[in-house]
């Protein structure tokens, strides 16, 4: 992330906020630190043992983290944000030769 896309999110983030009754505030709030939470909580809970886990539950673990940690971006970045890191992640991952063996 860069420097100019943070202050671009606080700007934004303080737009909202200054805008926003108290009640509206709280219910934001809550939900952007729940969506954390809950991110969290699937990566603590998701991890065992490598030798007890299968690469398709590592990935599975991780697809459902990623998705529940964009849905707190989103709400702290907006959608137009987060399509532009996901095309920016895309595009890192087909530009990433593959190893050979």
């Given at each position: 992330?860069?420097?100019?896309?943070?202050?671009?999110?606080?700007?934004?983030?303080?737009?909202?906020?200054?805008?926003?009754?108290?009640?509206?505030?709280?219910?934001?709030?809550?939900?952007?630190?729940?969506n954390?939470?809950?991110?969290?909580?699937?990566?603590?809970?998701?991890?065992?043992?490598?030798?007890?886990?299968?690469?398709?539950?590592?990935?599975?673990?991780?697809?459902?983290?990623r998705?529940?940690?964009?849905?707190?971006?989103?709400?702290?970045?907006?959608?137009?944000?987060?399509?532009?890191?996901?095309?920016?992640?895309?595009?890192a991952?087909?530009?990433?030769?593959?190893?050979?063996?």
């Amino acid at each position: 992330m860069t420097q100019a896309e943070i202050e671009s999110i606080a700007r934004e983030m303080r737009a909202r906020c200054l805008h926003a009754s108290w009640s509206d505030l709280v219910i934001f709030w809550r939900g952007v630190m729940g969506n954390l939470e809950s991110a969290y909580r699937t990566l603590v809970h998701g991890t065992a043992p490598p030798h007890h886990v299968s690469s398709e539950d590592l990935g599975n673990t991780g697809r459902m983290a990623r998705d529940k940690l964009a849905v707190a971006l989103r709400q702290l970045a907006g959608d137009r944000q987060i399509a532009r890191w996901d095309a920016e992640a895309e595009g890192a991952i087909q530009s990433t030769p593959l190893e050979q063996s």
